[in-house]
């Protein structure tokens, strides 16, 4: 499985973008709308719970989604 995930800060549409690809074709995103201030640490976290996903900003759940696929595991460097 060439599984990626990518968690991102779209700052045109103000979102916090979880985006899927399995190595194909196939990509699958959720999206959550979020105020974003310069200058202003953030925590964002995903839980992925069957095929639910919650995304929190510092604690505090902002939004929910659907990632119907499998997700494996990628043993690469986690890149920040």
Sequence with gaps: NNSNYLLRL?????TIQLI???GVINEETVSVSTDIAANIWYHFAVIR???TVKIYKNGA???SGI???SLGVNPSNLLI
Excluded at 10 to 14: A, E, L, P, W
């Design 67 to 69: 990632i119907a696929k």
């Design 10 to 14: 779209n700052g045109i549409t103000n």
């Design 20 to 22: 899927t690809y399995d």
């Design 49 to 51: 719970e069957g095929t």
């Design 61 to 63: 759940l902002i939004g």
